[in-house]
């Protein structure tokens, strides 16, 4: 498994921006798929954005499309998430996760490391 760390969350203003940051270690990073997903209060945990491991392939969920971005920088064993024009709907623990495989994914089931989680908070 990944040991990951995330970190960049915090307070927000609705219009406003984030960037999370995920500290990988232990298997290595770049030779898997990851992705973002988050979890409101009460809500199941939600696929926000994935990457392959390449880089070269990306997915996200309609909600945030156009708003935030996900990268990695695999010589750092860091991945990435950008958020834009944040809304108070964004407000959510966000979680990193690596991937079985090479491929990026949007399911939960096919991620077998996480992080801790990082809290966004987004106010009106």
């Known amino acids: 498994q990944v040991q990951l760390v995330e970190s960049g969350g915090g307070p927000a203003q609705a219009g406003g921006s984030l960037r999370l940051s995920c500290a990988a270690s232990g298997r290595t990073f770049s030779s898997y798929g990851s992705g973002w997903f988050r979890q409101a209060p009460g809500k199941e945990r939600e696929f926000v954005a994935a990457?392959?491991?390449?880089?070269?392939?990306?997915s996200y969920v309609d909600s945030v499309k156009g708003r935030f971005t996900i990268s990695r920088d695999n010589a750092k064993n860091t991945l990435y998430l950008q958020m834009n024009s944040l809304k108070p709907e964004d407000t959510a623990v966000y979680y990193c996760a690596v991937s079985r495989s090479s491929y990026y994914s949007t399911r939960l089931s096919d991620f077998d490391s996480w992080g801790q989680g990082t809290q966004v908070t987004v106010s009106s």
């Open positions: 990457m392959g491991a390449s880089g070269r392939t990306t």
